[in-house]
């Protein structure tokens, strides 16, 4: 008995002259299956073999006797720009060297608010151009109040200057005689010593404190708001102001006022704790975590009040020394896991802490106790980096551990979890990091020192694609392979399977169908 081959097409036939598929609705539908299948595969394995070169290209050794290329004659640019100003805040000569002019599109923004009205209008009634009118005014006010048109040129540049270690580099430009904009007076002024280093406790796993004006940022967005002549925006800002007063018994100006222009976090891993936390219905074993919110305060107003609600509160714990108020209650947080949450009032600074002891361990590294400047990790980020500044970040390799386990154990409960966590763990790879910003007479320089560079920060952002492609096409596969349901009319198409042509399991042809 004579069987019909698997319908094939030499690629002259598949397309016609302008790219169309030739073929029955039926054999067009049937390839595109078989071809959707191999762009996918092509699909996942770019980004793999992307980031392999990343990872394995050496840098080719040039012969002996190779001439040295003739060097390209300088010239200047005809348009003004900020290109000096910028590289000489930079590292040259690492794996990074970037400039980006930005003056003429950043002066172009209020510009361009208005011809994205302008287009939006025409496809608007009069009453509708008149009610989105205020909407428009108030976004180009907030343009040429936050300072964003003085960026006039931004940079960036990473250099391996040690083994295992990078220093990484971003430059906001504005010019000197155009840098009153609030984003350029949101985090501080002047740089200063960073005292903020001082109290972190030796468990730190990632902190960060700096200066940014909390008062000055929430009072700008109130007034434009109430100069914005937007009904329900104004009565919004009313009642958010109500609803304050209302719940604490403190006026929003008062708890501005007494606010100091500066605010931190401090996240902690006791090694020396070791703690059982359900995560994802199941229980994992880590190093005990602690967090505290710092806001810096020129008064204990918020203290006094917030203690003064605790009012007769069963549990609370009170301590009143000379240089520490403090009020904390136990709380169970799992079986055999008790914190003690609280807040207190130290050092110029009101305390949100998830448990009291945080509190204790700043104190003592501050007046010289255990700290994590002690630590060799901190030694080897910080060394080279500006003594002053307005902020620093820290980022511990533990903390970067922590994060990947959880990571990983929240993958575990979720449908192609382990294809996700095997790549995770493979291109994201824990990495430590300490920055420090600050705020220079034209612009705003970010330093930061870590055991990632350029190449490895892309890392995670080219791997993304291949575990959504590693997730996605299991699925697509599927569908591809699953009947549809039946319909009226026709009888349904059978569904594409990538055999080889030959291959004996080939499904046969469909009836109707050419050989």
Same mark, same amino acid.
Not at 91 to 100: K, N, T, V
Not at 200 to 205: E, F, Q, S, V
Not at 481 to 505: C, E, L, R, Y
């Given at each position: ?9 030499? #690629? ?89 002019? &930005? ?33 428009? %005014? ?51 002024? @002047? ?26 940022? !929430? ?20 009642? *958010? ?37 359900? #995560? ?10 602690? *967090? ?87 030694? &080897? ?5 500006? @003594? ?50 600050? !705020? *220079? ?16 920060? *892309?890392?995670?952002?080219? %791997? ?52």
């Amino acid at each position: 008995m004579k069987t019909k081959s698997k319908i094939q097409y030499p #690629i002259s036939e598949v397309f016609g002259a302008r790219g169309a598929l030739r073929g029955s609705t039926r054999e067009k539908r049937r390839l595109w299956f078989r071809i959707s299948d191999f762009e996918f595969r092509i699909f996942l394995l770019l980004p793999l073999l992307a980031l392999a070169s990343c990872q394995k290209a050496e840098t080719p050794t040039p012969p002996e006797n190779a001439a040295s290329p003739t060097p390209t004659p300088a010239s200047a640019s005809v348009t003004p720009n900020s290109f000096n100003d910028v590289t000489a805040q930079l590292d040259s000569g690492g794996d990074l060297y970037l400039y980006l002019s &930005t003056a003429q599109w950043t002066a172009k923004l209020a510009h361009g608010v208005d011809v994205l009205q302008q287009m939006s209008s025409a496809n608007q009634t009069p009453e509708q151009s008149q009610q989105s009118a205020p909407y428009i %005014a108030l976004l180009k006010d907030i343009i040429q109040k936050s300072g964003l048109q003085a960026v006039s040129g931004v940079g960036a540049s990473s250099l391996n200057y040690a083994p295992g270690l990078y220093r990484n580099k971003v430059f906001l430009h504005h010019y000197p005689s155009d840098g009153s904009g609030i984003i350029w007076s949101l985090y501080g002024t @002047q740089p200063h010593a960073l005292t903020g280093l001082d109290f972190l406790p030796p468990a730190t796993a990632a902190a960060g404190v700096g200066d940014f004006d909390l008062a000055q940022f !929430i009072r700008f967005l109130r007034d434009e708001a109430s100069q914005s002549g937007i009904p329900q925006l104004q009565q919004s800002v009313t009642q *958010l102001q109500t609803q304050l007063t209302g719940l604490t018994g403190l006026k929003l100006d008062d708890v501005l006022d007494s606010l100091n222009g500066s605010i931190g976090i401090i996240f902690t891993l006791d090694v020396n704790n070791i703690v059982n936390v359900p #995560i994802g219905g199941q229980t994992v074993a880590m190093p005990s975590p602690g *967090l505290a919110l710092l806001i810096a305060v020129k008064s204990d107003l918020i203290f006094k009040q917030v203690d003064k609600m605790l009012g007769g509160t069963p549990g609370v714990v009170k301590v009143d020394e000379p240089d520490l108020q403090m009020r904390s209650i136990a709380l169970p947080f799992a079986p055999g896991l008790t914190y003690r949450p609280g807040i207190a009032q130290w050092n110029g600074f009101l305390i949100i802490t998830s448990d009291d002891s945080i509190v204790r361990t700043m104190i003592a590294a501050q007046k010289g106790g255990p700290s994590f400047k002690a630590d060799p990790e901190f030694a &080897t980020l910080s060394a080279g980096l500006p @003594q002053q500044g307005n902020s620093f970040a820290v980022s511990t390799k533990r903390f970067a551990d922590f994060i990947q386990k959880l990571q990983t154990q929240i993958y575990a409960n979720q449908p192609h979890g382990a294809q996700q966590a095997a790549l995770l763990q493979r291109f994201q790879k824990p990495g430590s990091f300490m920055s420090v910003g600050s !705020i *220079l007479p034209n612009g705003w320089l970010t330093v930061s020192q870590g055991t990632q560079g350029a190449v490895q920060l *892309l890392i995670p952002a080219v %791997a993304a694609p291949a575990m959504a492609a590693a997730v996605t096409l299991p699925a697509l596969n599927a569908f591809h392979h699953t009947a549809p349901p039946a319909q009226p009319g026709p009888p349904p198409i059978p569904p594409a399977t990538s055999f080889p042509p030959g291959n004996p399991a080939s499904p046969a042809p469909i009836p109707g169908t050419s050989p």
